[in-house]
């Protein structure tokens, strides 16, 4: 069983708080529209979210692969999008904050189960920080057997290296593995070594509730 991180088993919820001193260069608040844009350009997990030059773009493309590129690019993000520098950088810590990541209420449950189970349990993320902490905080990270971060594997989804490797490690033949995560481009790359893959909605963890029970079904019976 392989789990994608990000809108998957925990997803970055929006915080009002982060913006309650947050203004464009002119002093002008930003409103409710331009915040919740602000969060999507911060969690995409794929696709051009903004207009980059050419140094940048490039940046973009292999974010995931270097911290230090993480940084530079999201960091030019959010200044594209109106948000001073100084606040950008506030605002990008919290990106790269576990403490900040809040899990989906059926991810504990899920995770134990399947481990009680005897189900390896690997996850595959595309990031370039260290989610571990974030597992260690909900009390998980012993269920979890395998943590492929793309940072410090050197790949990234939908690269079938990637997939192939969590399941050379967990001991699983990719035929009996079971992807779940949130992206058809990324995460639906598992189909090309052979896993099954379950796709569920990245919604706030208030409205998805069941959605990872649902998906690994009758793994937890």
């Given at each position: 069983?392989?789990?994608?991180?990000?809108?998957?088993?925990?997803?970055?919820?929006?915080?009002?708080?982060?913006?309650?001193d947050l203004t464009d260069s002119d002093g002008?608040?930003?409103?409710?529209?331009?915040?919740?844009?602000?969060?999507?350009?911060?969690?995409?997990?794929?696709?051009?979210?903004?207009?980059?030059?050419?140094?940048?773009?490039?940046?973009?493309?292999?974010?995931?692969?270097?911290?230090?590129?993480?940084?530079?690019?999201?960091?030019?993000?959010?200044?594209?999008?109106?948000?001073?520098?100084?606040q950008a950088q506030a605002l990008y810590a919290?990106?790269?904050?576990?403490?900040?990541?809040?899990?989906?209420?059926?991810?504990?449950?899920?995770?134990?189960?399947?481990?009680?189970?005897?189900?390896?349990?690997?996850?595959?993320?595309?990031?370039?920080?260290?989610?571990?902490?974030?597992?260690?905080?909900?009390?998980?990270?012993?269920?979890?057997?395998?943590?492929?971060?793309?940072?410090?594997?050197?790949?990234?989804?939908?690269?079938?290296?990637?997939?192939?490797?969590?399941?050379?490690?967990?001991?699983?033949?990719?035929?009996?593995?079971?992807?779940?995560?949130?992206?058809?481009?990324?995460?639906?790359?598992?189909?090309?070594?052979?896993?099954?893959?379950?796709?569920?909605?990245?919604?706030?963890?208030?409205?998805?509730?069941?959605?990872?029970?649902?998906?690994?079904g009758d793994l937890l019976r």
């Amino acid at each position: 069983m392989i789990f994608d991180f990000s809108g998957t088993l925990f997803r970055l919820e929006e915080n009002p708080s982060w913006y309650s001193d947050l203004t464009d260069s002119d002093g002008t608040p930003f409103d409710l529209s331009a915040q919740a844009e602000i969060m999507r350009r911060m969690t995409a997990p794929t696709g051009r979210i903004a207009e980059l030059g050419d140094e940048f773009q490039e940046a973009w493309d292999k974010r995931d692969l270097d911290p230090e590129l993480h940084r530079k690019v999201y960091v030019e993000v959010l200044r594209s999008s109106g948000v001073p520098d100084e606040q950008a950088q506030a605002l990008y810590a919290r990106l790269i904050d576990p403490d900040q990541w809040t899990p989906y209420p059926d991810a504990a449950e899920v995770l134990s189960g399947l481990s009680g189970r005897g189900v390896k349990v690997g996850v595959i993320s595309n990031i370039a920080f260290d989610i571990r902490p974030a597992f260690e905080r909900l009390g998980v990270a012993q269920h979890v057997d395998e943590f492929l971060l793309s940072y410090l594997e050197e790949v990234i989804k939908p690269d079938p290296k990637i997939f192939q490797r969590a399941c050379e490690r967990l001991g699983v033949a990719p035929e009996e593995a079971l992807m779940v995560g949130d992206s058809e481009e990324a995460d639906g790359g598992a189909a090309g070594v052979g896993c099954e893959v379950a796709i569920v909605d990245p919604a706030p963890t208030s409205e998805r509730t069941t959605g990872l029970i649902d998906a690994v079904g009758d793994l937890l019976r």
